[in-house]
């Protein structure tokens, strides 16, 4: 069974536009979810997770246990935002899930 | 070494042959974990090893695919009988140690390219 959705395979936002990328999961106990991102070019690499309830680069995600969702926000996109972005979530026993990913563009 | 390194980075092989592929961790990371990158499927959890051992071998495709950790460091993927839907990224990743806190920081190495022809 699929434990983590991103519905979206690509998303194209306007610069200065609010853009949410969505991710939702699937998973009776409680999980732990995270956001990584790999720039073009670049390693993946971890951009947040849920439990810190950090901000970083100006995103943000809230885990909705109502909706099994983790969507990621941020307000205002740049540029240098646009990249693969994808959400993972680790079950008991350190069982993995990645998503299949969200292409972000942000047009200029 | 600045972060996890992977060896080779391209691999083209032909269908049939085993290929072997490495990971070099971060040192003093005890934990390392092999994923693989296919296109339009995300990323698929292959195992993780906490020191040499791999507790869970259940993510791997199946019976061609083996790995292993020695001295707590270097690891390699093993594909024996390589088929042409082995054709992926296979990224590696290391961690201070295998816990849920832990685990969300991996750093990951920048793949090897895989082909099977």
């Known amino acids: 069974a699929q434990r983590v959705t991103q519905p979206e395979k690509l998303l194209s936002v306007f610069k200065g536009a609010p853009v949410e990328l969505k991710c939702n999961y699937s998973y009776s106990g409680s999980p732990e979810l995270f956001w990584y991102v790999q720039y073009s070019r670049q390693r993946l690499q971890l951009l947040l997770r849920?439990?810190s309830r950090e901000s970083i680069k100006g995103f943000t995600a809230d885990l909705n246990k109502g909706e099994t969702s983790f969507h990621l926000k941020k307000p205002f996109a740049q540029e240098e935002d646009s990249a693969m972005y994808y959400c993972a979530l680790i079950a008991a026993g350190n069982q993995f899930y990645f998503g299949t990913g969200t292409s972000l563009t942000v047009i200029p | 070494g600045a972060g996890v390194s992977q060896s080779p980075s391209n691999k083209v092989t032909e269908k049939g042959k085993d290929v072997e592929l490495r990971c070099d961790p971060i040192?003093?990371?005890?934990?390392l974990y092999w994923y693989r990158q296919s296109l339009g499927q995300g990323l698929e959890f292959l195992i993780y090893?906490?020191?040499?051992?791999?507790?869970?071998k259940s993510g791997l495709p199946s019976d061609r695919f083996s790995a292993e950790r020695t001295g707590g460091s270097v690891s390699t993927l093993t594909i024996q009988r390589t088929q042409q839907e082995d054709s992926a990224v296979y990224l590696c990743?290391?961690?201070?140690?295998?816990?849920?806190?832990?685990?969300?920081?991996?750093?990951f190495g920048p793949g090897t390219r895989l082909t099977v022809t």
């Open positions: 849920h439990i």
């Open positions: 090893f906490q020191g040499n051992s791999a507790p869970d």
């Open positions: 040192s003093g990371h005890t934990a």
């Open positions: 990743a290391s961690s201070l140690a295998v816990t849920s806190s832990a685990w969300g920081e991996q750093y």
